[in-house]
């Protein structure tokens, strides 16, 4: 008994040790690996702007003109997400598509397809893990009523601010709704909802933040304001 009492204790913390890893120092190593991707793509889109800029880009683009993309293939890398609120290196990737294997496990944002994409009427849904493959969306529950949410693609920045966070089960398919929650309305504006799970280890429950856009800055006029000034303090 005595033995087998040890033999426990040592596969107990063995299992703990494990899990520890896996949830904090495992998310670590993998969310600055993904950070770092997200900055290098980040990165060269601002490079391939500056060396190959727009022929009619004459002191910059309008920015009353909202450029949007076409929603591309399953997994396609379309953009990079900032939140200041997160620190200066918060930066995840966001891939279209919501497959866990593919795209959550990897650490990329998923773009839910179908719903609308940077700057488009509608609403811009997106998924990604509070805990293991790097955590992108751990800290979404600290959003502050006014933070900026940041979605630059290779056109330029989309700047959202955060409005309202609530928690539902996950059979709650109306948060990415045009209009999220409203049924049978159309599209009345330009709102982005970031998913994920509520607690953590929690797979019946989500938390839903909303945000919605407030303005687009062109590639070629360089990063906003709101990458630097936009946590509400």
Not at 3 to 11: D, W
Not at 70 to 87: C, D, I, L, N, S
Request: with cysteine.
């Amino acid at each position: 008994m005595s033995v087998l009492g040890e033999l426990l204790l040592t596969a107990g913390v063995v299992l703990l040790l494990f899990v520890s890893w896996q949830m904090w120092f495992g998310d670590m190593i993998i969310g600055s690996q993904k950070q770092a991707e997200a900055s290098a793509l980040a990165q060269q889109w601002q490079t391939d702007a500056r060396a190959d800029p727009p022929a009619s880009d004459e002191g910059g683009a309008d920015p009353a003109i909202v450029p949007v993309l076409g929603e591309p293939g399953e997994g396609a890398q379309f953009g990079v997400m900032f939140v200041p609120r997160f620190g200066p290196d918060w930066q995840f990737t966001i891939a279209n598509g919501t497959a866990k294997k593919t795209i959550l496990d990897e650490g990329y944002i998923g773009h839910y397809p179908g719903t609308a994409m940077p700057g488009a009427e509608g609403n811009m849904a997106v998924a990604a893990h509070r805990w293991t493959s790097g955590a992108p969306f751990d800290p979404v529950d600290r959003l502050v009523i006014g933070d900026a949410i940041v979605v630059q693609t290779q056109d330029g920045w989309y700047t959202y601010r955060f409005r309202n966070v609530e928690y539902v089960q996950d059979t709650a398919v109306e948060v990415l709704n045009p209009v999220p929650q409203q049924v049978d309305l159309s599209a009345n504006g330009r709102y982005l909802t970031l998913t994920s799970c509520a607690p953590k280890l929690n797979m019946l429950e989500r938390i839903i933040s909303y945000a919605v856009f407030e303005d687009f800055t062109p590639i070629t006029a360089g990063p906003p304001a709101a990458l630097t000034d936009g946590v509400v303090s």
